[in-house]
Every structure is written in structure tokens, then in C-alpha cells.
């Protein structure tokens, strides 16, 4: 049990475009999901969180309308990084977490290159 | 706030050596506690946690953790290291609310054949 889904694993875009990653709990519903970035040999830095059906909460740092969060269902939130520039280059892994527990269970991970 | 610390960022063992990580923890009362591994290229997956009761704490893959509350600390072990337990290990432990993790920097575990 537990299962997190990323989608796609990895992705390739040009300077300018943007890029949607998706995020499911498959086999539980996800009251809040989070949001990660990893730099090489890095540990995770929290992005955003957010809660169905509610607005993202962005941590400081980290901006809101580059890094667009929707989380529509319970199953289900997206990622979209706008006008993405080789910067935005990085490892982008998603959890998600039950109601009332403690436990984030996390994605394989996207790995997104912006040339 | 809470913090979590993993004072060895590189360790190598042999195959078939014992393994311990080390973790260090901040926090103002009881934490909850986990630790998760990280294989090259692929999320984090959780090798067990530490609620409440049984300071010796059994997961997945033969691992096994010991909260000790006067040295602040949750080291990770395990008997007998295969080569597929190299990776990156990550301790964290949740905030009051439960709704964000602090880790550690990780340590990467090498194995040598």
C-alpha cells in the first residue's frame, strides 16, 4: 500500500515553454501532498504544500507564479513549472500524506533538464 | 523548531559488515521519527518509523532503529550489509502539526564488494 506515481519521469523542454508534472496517490486518498526539489547529492528542500481543494502554501523563496500547484482531488495534484529556464533544471520528487498521520510517502521523482 | 543531524555524509562498508548511521535530533518533546533511503535516480522509500513505545524499531530489508531519548538520537543498523543497500539514507522528523518534514543531509552508503 502507499503508492505514489510521478509522471513523467523525465522531461526534456526548451527555454520558455512550461512543464506539467503529475503526482497520484494510487491506492489512498492524499489530504495534503508536497512538493520537493533536489539538487546532486543534496538533500530534499521543501517547495510548496498544499491541500485539496485549497490554495498551495509556497515556502520563502520559492515563487508562487513559476511554480504553479493544483491539487484538485484526492488522488491527484499537479506541478507546472512556467516559462521554465535551465535553472529550473533539477529532480522534482511529490508526497503525499493521509489524513491524520504523519507518514509522507514520496514519487519516484521527475527528472526535468531545460536547455 | 525542530532539526534533524547526520554527522557522516560518506560511509563505505563491506558486504556482509554491520552498518550503523548515525542521527541526531532537536526537538522539543517526543518526536516521531523516520528514516527513508534514496537509490540513485528514484524517490525516497521509507524504511520504518518511531511513534511511541518500543525504543527498538524493525523495518523493511533487515533494517532496524533504536530511539534513544537521553543521547537524542535514532541511529539506523543492520546486521549484515548487502550490496543493494547502497544509497542515500535520510532521517526526518515531522513538525507538531505533522504537515512538513525536516531532514538531515543524508549519508551515502557505498558497499564494497
Known amino acids: 500500500g502507499a503508492v505514489v506515481s510521478q509522471h513523467p519521469s523525465w522531461v526534456i523542454c526548451k527555454s520558455g515553454t512550461s512543464v506539467k508534472i503529475e503526482c497520484r496517490s494510487l491506492?489512498?486518498?492524499?489530504?495534503?501532498m508536497f512538493w520537493y526539489r533536489q539538487f546532486p547529492k543534496q538533500s530534499l528542500m521543501l517547495m510548496a504544500t498544499?491541500?485539496?481543494?485549497?490554495?498551495?502554501?509556497?515556502e520563502q523563496g520559492v515563487e508562487k507564479d513559476k511554480f504553479l500547484i493544483n491539487h484538485a482531488s484526492l488522488t491527484l495534484s499537479t506541478l507546472t513549472v512556467t516559462s521554465a529556464h535551465p535553472e529550473d533544471s533539477s529532480f522534482y520528487i511529490c508526497?503525499?500524506?493521509?489524513?491524520?498521520?504523519?507518514?509522507?510517502?514520496f514519487g519516484p521523482g521527475t527528472r526535468l533538464t531545460v536547455t | 523548531a525542530q532539526s534533524v543531524t547526520q554527522p557522516d555524509i560518506h560511509i563505505t562498508v563491506s558486504e556482509g559488515a554491520s552498518l550503523e548511521l548515525r542521527c541526531n535530533y532537536s526537538?522539543?518533546?517526543?518526536?516521531?521519527l523516520f528514516w527513508y533511503v534514496q537509490s540513485p535516480g528514484q524517490g525516497l522509500q521509507l524504511l520504518l518509523k518511531?511513534?511511541?513505545?518500543?525504543?527498538l524499531v524493525q523495518g523493511i530489508k533487515g533494517f532496524e532503529a533504536e530511539f534513544k531519548r537521553s543521547q537524542s538520537s535514532f541511529n539506523l543498523r543492520k546486521p549484515s550489509v548487502h550490496w543493494s543497500d547502497a544509497a542515500e539514507y535520510f532521517c526526518?522528523?515531522?513538525?507538531?502539526?505533522?504537515?512538513?518534514?525536516?531532514f538531515g543531509g543524508g549519508t551515502r552508503l557505498m558497499v564494497k564488494p
Open positions: 491506492d489512498f486518498q492524499a489530504t495534503t
Open positions: 518511531y511513534f511511541s513505545g518500543d525504543t
Open positions: 498544499s491541500n485539496e481543494g485549497s490554495k498551495a502554501t509556497y
Open positions: 526526518a522528523v515531522p513538525n507538531n502539526a505533522g504537515n512538513m518534514l525536516t
Open positions: 526537538y522539543g518533546a517526543t518526536p516521531y
Open positions: 508526497s503525499a500524506q493521509g489524513q491524520g498521520t504523519y507518514e509522507q510517502y
